[in-house]
């Protein structure tokens, strides 16, 4: 399967959509609940097309034998504690029909790869804490949990945590 990474453009904002709200679908089944997941679906359309409106600088798609198969959107930290040495994975998703295939794998390589390149230190995510998951992936990939943790809304009260990788 070849896999192709690349900055996104406007026309792919509906293939973004419907790769975020798919694996939304699947991957949170069981962790956020699906009136609130259904309410953030109907508004991905439109909110990727203004979002790939716009500057575009950190979101990818990922492609699969030249279909949309998943997105990556990474770049500076948000996080002042985390330092300008850092970068993070904003959002990695696979629409399901890719899942378990090494395509996540292939684009985290890929992020790490970039913000390597760009001299940085470190990369950090932000996970839910009930992700079991992606907390394993993420730890497949060298990435362990650096103590931060925030608690949002979404439907219910969630624990997001922060993995970080070194770089070097």
């Known amino acids: 399967m070849a896999i192709t990474i ?16 798919r694996s939304w679908e699947a991957a949170y089944r069981d962790i956020v609940p699906a009136e609130y997941i259904r309410e953030k679906n109907a508004t991905r359309p439109e909110r990727w097309r203004q979002f790939l409106a716009g500057e575009i600088s950190s979101q990818h798609i990922i492609e699969a034998d030249g279909n949309p198969a998943g997105m990556l959107c ?7 504690d985390a ?27 890929y992020a790490l790869g970039e913000a390597k390149k760009l001299g940085k230190l470190s990369m950090t995510v932000w996970v839910f804490a009930e992700n079991a998951s992606a907390i394993a992936f993420y730890a497949a990939c060298g990435f362990v949990p ?11 009260t969630l624990d997001t945590i922060r993995m970080r990788r070194a770089l070097q």
């Not at 990474?74 to 002042?80: D, L, N």
């Not at 330092?83 to 390589?109: C, K, S």
């Not at 650096?146 to 219910?156: R, S, V």
Request: include cysteine; charge should be negative.
């Open 6 to 21: 690349r900055l996104c453009l406007p026309a792919d904002a509906p293939a973004m959509a419907e790769i975020h709200m």
């Open 74 to 80: 990474f770049g500076p930290s948000r996080e002042e």
């Open 83 to 109: 330092g300008e040495d850092t970068y993070e994975v904003y959002a990695i998703y696979l629409h399901p029909d890719y899942f378990r295939q090494g395509i996540g794998t292939r684009a985290m390589n």
């Open 146 to 156: 650096d103590g931060k943790i925030q608690t949002g809304e979404y439907g219910k």
